[in-house]
Structure formats: structure tokens, C-alpha cells
């Protein structure tokens, strides 16, 4: 039996956990599902200019790989990516489109090379169909309130926008919305969406065939407090700040457009 001594020792006591845990159980189950490279939008195919790195020589061993994966979290995926999901997940909680379609168009604006464009918005339309699949419009029968609404919801209303060509439908904007209507706090959905991207590149650089098992894992570990402390930095960016500096990995991107020799398409 749990006391109210034990309950205070141990946060995560049964005891301590809010009455509505099955909901948080469902929020952590689908953070799981979207952060999972099993998830068939098309992730394995990106490797972000990683691949031209490697067929140019200059990744050596998994210090090399530590090294610039670590410089695409804080150079890109921060101040760039994970600024728009957090506000696209903001602008899905306030049922607000509009605002939504703006952060996706700035998104679009600020991703130079053509190949990282196409890969994410491949990615993105694509998340909105197979959820459309397979989760129907349960998501959106209930407001982020938990109270009904009348007419589609906003995830609903984006994927038509994106299939209507009203929007480019950028992954990161359409992971923030499916993210938001799943219960996931907006610094969940960053660390996911985050998460998802590092286990991307390191699912890439392991199939080019210069990394085992063992150092791929070795990396991630290494790259979790990077992670954390990019998506706690951004996630309360305006849209206004969103920004991408990579000049090297842009140039990779660019170059890797008129590779004889390609495995991904970015």
C-alpha cells in the first residue's frame, strides 16, 4: 500500500498521478508512434545533405557524426524546426488557421535547398493522410478544452489545405498539430519531433555502411542533452525568430541535388 509519506518521496506513485492518467498514457503512446521511424511518411528516405557528407569524406567515425548532427540540432532543427511546431501546436490549440498557414509559409520561406523543401513537405502531407487513414476524425470531435465543436477540426482543416495546395504542409507544422490534438504539451512534441529527427540521420549514416550498432547508440546518448537543451531553448520562439544558419549542411543539400551517386533523397 502507498502512504501519503511514500506519495510524497516518489512523484511517480500511483498515488501522486492526476485522475486523468489514461489520457497522459495516451499522450505518451502516441509521442512513442510519431517519434518512431516505423511511422511510413517517408523519413528513411531524408538523410539532410548527411549522405554527401559521407560521400565526400568528411565524416571519419561517430565523433565526426556526434559532432555535426549536434550542429544541425542547434544550427536548423532549434531555431528553425522546432520553432515552427511550437507554434504551429500553439496555433492548433488556439483552433487558430490562419496563424497555422503563416508559421507553415514562414517554414517554407527559410528552407533553402530544394531537396530538404520536398522531403518535408512529402513528409508532411503525408502524416496528414495516414492519420487521416487510420485515426479518422475522432481527434477532432472535442476541442483542446475538451469541449465539442461544430464543423472539422483544425487538423482536419490543415490536411485539406495542404491537399487543396493551399499550403506546402511542411512535417514539423503537420507534427505539431497531430501532436497537439494527441495531448502532448508543446515541450513533448519539440523533444519528440527532435528525437525523431537525430534517430533519422543516425538510421541513415548507419545503412550508408560506415556505422555499427553499438556506435550509433553510443551517439544518441551522447546527443540527449543536446536535445533537451535546443527544444528548451526555442520552444517559446515567435514565429518572427524562426531562422536556419547552416551554410556547410545547405551547400551539402544543394550539391547532393546533382549527386551521380544517391541512396536518399536529401
Do not use: W
Request: hydrophobic content about 40%; overall charge negative; charged content about 25%.
Amino acid at each position: 500500500m502507498t502512504t501519503d509519506r511514500d506519495a510524497d518521496a516518489n512523484p511517480n506513485a500511483d498515488s501522486d498521478r492526476t485522475p486523468d492518467s489514461s489520457a497522459d498514457a495516451s499522450a505518451f503512446l502516441s509521442a512513442l508512434r510519431l517519434s518512431d521511424s516505423f511511422l511510413p511518411v517517408g523519413g528513411y528516405t531524408a538523410s539532410y545533405g548527411l549522405e554527401q557528407y559521407i560521400n565526400e569524406d568528411r565524416i571519419a567515425d561517430g565523433d565526426d557524426l556526434r559532432e555535426l548532427i549536434a550542429a544541425y540540432l542547434r544550427r536548423v532543427v532549434g531555431p528553425c524546426e522546432t520553432v515552427a511546431l511550437a507554434n504551429a501546436h500553439a496555433a492548433s490549440a488556439a483552433g487558430d488557421l490562419e496563424a497555422l498557414l503563416a508559421v507553415d509559409g514562414r517554414l517554407h520561406a527559410v528552407t533553402m535547398p530544394r531537396e530538404f523543401r520536398e522531403s518535408s513537405t512529402k513528409a508532411g502531407a503525408k502524416l496528414c493522410e495516414l492519420l487521416a487513414e487510420t485515426d479518422g476524425d475522432d481527434v477532432d470531435a472535442e476541442g483542446s478544452d475538451g469541449t465539442d465543436v461544430d464543423g472539422p477540426g483544425l487538423e482536419t482543416a490543415f490536411a485539406d489545405a495542404v491537399a487543396a495546395g493551399e499550403t506546402p504542409g511542411h512535417y514539423p507544422i503537420a507534427f505539431g498539430v497531430v501532436a497537439q490534438a494527441r495531448g502532448l504539451s508543446r515541450r513533448e512534441a519539440c523533444l519528440a519531433h527532435a528525437h525523431s529527427f537525430v534517430t533519422g540521420l543516425l538510421g541513415a549514416a548507419q545503412r550508408l555502411g560506415r556505422f555499427g550498432h553499438t556506435e550509433i547508440q553510443s551517439v544518441l546518448a551522447d546527443l540527449e542533452s543536446v536535445i533537451t537543451a535546443v527544444c528548451e531553448r526555442h520552444v517559446d520562439d515567435a514565429p518572427e525568430a524562426m531562422v536556419s544558419f547552416a551554410p556547410l549542411a545547405e551547400i551539402m543539400g544543394m550539391r547532393h541535388e546533382r549527386a551521380g551517386r544517391r541512396l536518399f533523397m536529401s
